[in-house]
């Protein structure tokens, strides 16, 4: 970005975080790229796709967001799309909080061992727990990721898109659960938070699955089911690390009014649709395959735990896509950055 936008970038990312009275810093890609750059010449391991060429082609949506998960000094970690908004409550008519709602779920704790059917027991304004549940499972576990949900624009898969051109997501429910232990979800990264210190190292989100060869050509190849895989690493290493998920509010506004045009949606689809189409049909052999993944008791955290799980996917789903091969080296690259940015601080 020149000079101007960067400035008026700055301006409205300060008028945003002013109100949590937090600093905010803008990051351009000549500064990523010294940052690279500097972690490159400092490690002894070369690896067949570079963090530059991860990150840097093109400095921008999913790639540009997980650059600044890599370098963040922060404990919670709180990241929106560009085309959201935040949600009003209904009642109200008031803007909701989606940050605050976001650190409030992260901070309380999670109850993976045992659903309780009112909700989530440790939120603020909860009844509790309902009769039934063991006592030795009411303190919970440390939650480290927070999943929140979208009105408007559903964030569909560009066939379900087609078939469903005037679906609205409308309904807003105010309420918390936590994702059983061994349950698997589909991540959004349009409206997600988490404890980078734990669970971090699970959340890049540009991987290509299912896309051409391209990044060792230096193009962009993020796929769109990269956030999904990012959400089944987490959620597998936070099972074996013995900590909770939680998804439901806070709901964020998905998409501009000009979106909602269902020609528009509809053609946006089909475009999609080419590209779409291997990584969906992917996801019927990439689920099994982390449903049955189990973890070694040697992984003690998440940064163990994402480089065995590449491991596996190098050895087990190579055969399956080509694009696996890929996917396995870029989290090796990857997980290698993490733990030499985090060795260091």
């Known amino acids: 970005m020149d000079e101007e936008e960067q400035d008026e970038q700055q301006k409205v990312l300060q008028n945003l975080l002013l109100f949590h009275e937090l600093n905010s810093e803008v990051v351009t890609k000549r500064d990523a790229e010294k940052f690279l750059e ?3 010449a400092k490690s002894s391991k070369r690896h067949s796709i570079t963090l530059s060429s991860l990150l840097l082609n ?12 890599l370098v963040s000094k922060a404990r919670y970690v709180v990241s929106f799309l560009e085309d959201v908004v935040p949600a009003k409550d209904l009642g109200s008519g008031e803007l909701l909080d989606a940050v605050e709602q976001h650190l409030a779920n992260l901070r309380s704790k999670a109850t993976p061992y045992y659903f309780n059917t009112l909700y989530d027991p ?17 303190l919970g576990v440390t939650t480290v990721m927070s999943h929140g949900l979208s009105l408007g624009l559903p964030d569909y898969d560009a066939p379900t898109a087609i078939v469903k051109p005037h679906e609205r997501t409308q309904r807003y429910v105010d309420a918390v659960v936590t994702i059983p232990k061994g349950s698997l979800f589909p991540l959004s990264g349009s409206n997600v938070a988490f404890d980078r ?20 050509s230096g193009s962009s190849s993020s796929t769109s089911v990269d ?18 998920v939680k998804t439901g509010v806070p709901y964020v506004w998905r998409g501009p009014d000009s979106s909602f ?23 019927e052999d990439v689920v099994p395959f982390f449903q049955t993944l189990r973890l070694s008791k040697n992984a003690t955290n998440a ?39 985090n060795s260091a601080v």
């Open 227 to 244: 956030d999904v895989w990012a959400g089944l690493c987490a959620k597998v290493v936070a099972d074996h690390l013995g900590f909770g």
């Open 197 to 216: 210190r734990l669970i971090g190292p699970c959340m890049l989100l540009r991987l290509g699955i299912g896309g051409q060869d391209s990044l060792f």
């Open 122 to 138: 440790h939120r603020a304004d909860s009844v509790g727990f309902v009769r039934g549940y063991p006592f030795s499972l009411r």
């Open 58 to 69: 093109p400095f921008a949506g999913s790639a540009c967001r997980s650059f600044g998960f």
């Open 38 to 40: 500097a972690l490159a």
């Open 261 to 283: 045009s269902s020609n528009g949606a509809t053609a946006g689809a089909l475009a999609s649709l080419k590209t779409e189409f291997k990584p969906l049909l992917l996801l």
């Open 303 to 341: 940064e163990d735990c994402y480089a065995e799980i590449a491991r596996m996917v190098k050895g087990k789903l190579r055969g399956l896509d080509p694009s696996f091969e890929r996917v396995a080296a870029v989290m090796e690259t990857w997980a290698d950055a993490w733990k030499a940015i």
